[in-house]
């Protein structure tokens, strides 16, 4: 029963019921050629087009019994203590690497000066030097960076929910991400998660936690089944994180026995693992074909006996081999771009492997992706085809623009 539950993930693909998105704000406005490097993006996207893809994105979750709730609606009412919010604000000037004694103490008057959401919207947004009234130029540092039009930088990755947290069972991964830029996303999951109304009283257990020295992020986290998580060594996670995670789960209350760390390049277009392969239905994942092998997983098990807890166990083989044998069925693989190189190469960037599954056998897909939608819908799957020109330019798909928080058991 899910009635008094707001978190609670045992599969990729049970019937979605609730889930956390963030609408693409001015954050993305505050993207310029010379600073995409810097935030992970390849381009900028048109805000006016983006907003309307992901309104539609959104409206499609709702016409299909989601409830849609929104990151920063959430991080705005958990600040409803004076405390809580004082907090938060310090915190996030402190992440803001702001060396000036003198920026801080303006910032911080300067963000009083907003209601909980607005504030939080300009923190997503960015701020500039030229917006915090009482800013004077008056330390070394801040005249030497004064050509630099940013206080704090923008977060424009924020529209990827699946990313600073993860929900795995009751209980969350609250992520500490690969760059600083990011890094600072999860402060608004680790308020919504400790003080919002709708989840404070539950004691959720968090199976990571943002203070940790290394890497983890929600891409590379997929659920295979209740008693099996798969999570990616990739370009973005490290192998430290999968252990930390792994001993936390087994020495809990959960039905998790074994976690399986695939090792996949570490290169942009693989950058998570939910953009090689992500789960349509119970016997069925789409893939991008450089992922399916050789590959080397470590299956991870709970050993009492050994130094750390855990049993590694290397495995080689191919991706169908390894999904077959720990789902204890016959898998099939439906290949991104039809496994065409040419096709396959274009679809896999603009993620067409990175579907959501909102039941099983039922997925959210772009539009742009026409090869591997078809294919998928020759296998059998039913299709809700979300238009995707502007989103796509962030480099992630639904499963990306998405923090599934409570799904029905399979």
């Known amino acids: ?62 016409d299909n019994g989601v409830e849609v709730l929104y990151l920063a609606e959430l991080a705005a009412e958990s600040l409803y203590d004076e405390k809580i919010k004082l907090n938060f604000v310090n915190q996030f000037i402190d992440e803001a690497n702001i060396e000036s004694e003198g920026l801080k103490e303006a910032l911080g008057e300067y963000l009083y000066t907003f209601s909980n959401k607005e504030m939080v919207d300009k923190m997503m947004a960015g701020i500039r030097k030229d917006e915090v009234p009482k800013y004077k130029r008056t330390s070394l540092s801040d005249m030497i960076d ?45 308020y919504i998660f400790e003080h919002h109304p709708k989840f404070k009283d539950m004691n959720i257990p968090f199976w990571y936690n943002r203070n940790e020295t290394t890497s983890l992020e929600g891409g590379d986290e997929l659920i295979l089944n209740e008693k099996t998580l798969a999570i ?36 942009r277009a693989f950058m998570h693992l939910d953009t090689v392969f992500t789960m349509v239905d119970y016997d069925k994942f789409t893939v991008h074909p450089g992922i399916e092998g050789p590959l080397t997983v470590y299956e991870i098990t709970k050993d009492e006996k050994s130094e750390n807890g855990l049993k590694v166990n290397k495995e080689n083989g191919t991706l169908e081999q390894i999904l077959t044998k720990y789902l204890n069925r016959k898998i099939t693989l439906i290949r991104c771009g039809g496994g065409d190189p040419i096709n396959a190469a274009r679809e896999q960037w603009n993620d067409g492997s990175n579907t959501l599954a909102i039941a099983p056998g039922e997925v959210v897909v772009y539009s742009r992706n026409y090869i591997t939608n078809e294919l998928l819908d020759k296998y059998g799957i039913k299709l809700h085809i979300v238009p995707s020109c502007e989103l796509s330019r962030g480099r992630g798909g639904p499963r990306c623009m998405s923090m599934p928080l409570i799904r029905e058991d399979i």
Do not use: W
Request: hydrophobic share 35%; proline share 6%; glycine share 4%.
């Open 1 to 62: 029963m899910l009635e008094n539950k707001s978190l609670h993930i045992t599969s990729e693909i049970g019937k979605l019921k609730s889930v956390l998105l963030h609408r693409p704000g001015k954050e993305l406005e505050n993207l310029t050629p010379d600073l995409l490097e810097r935030l992970l993006f390849d381009d900028i996207p048109y805000l006016k087009i983006a907003q309307e893809e992901h309104d539609e994105f959104a409206k499609t979750l709702r």
């Open 232 to 267: 990616g060594i990739s370009q973005r996670t490290d192998a430290r994180s999968i252990e930390k995670v792994s001993k936390k789960l087994f020495n809990s209350n959960t039905n998790f026995e074994r976690v399986l760390a695939f090792h996949i390049p570490k290169k």
């Open 146 to 190: 004064d050509s630099y039009p940013f206080i704090c930088d923008p977060l424009p990755n924020l529209y990827f929910t699946r990313d600073p947290a993860a929900a795995i069972g009751n209980g969350v991964t609250l992520n500490h991400m690969r760059t600083q830029t990011r890094n600072r996303e999860t402060i608004f999951t680790k």
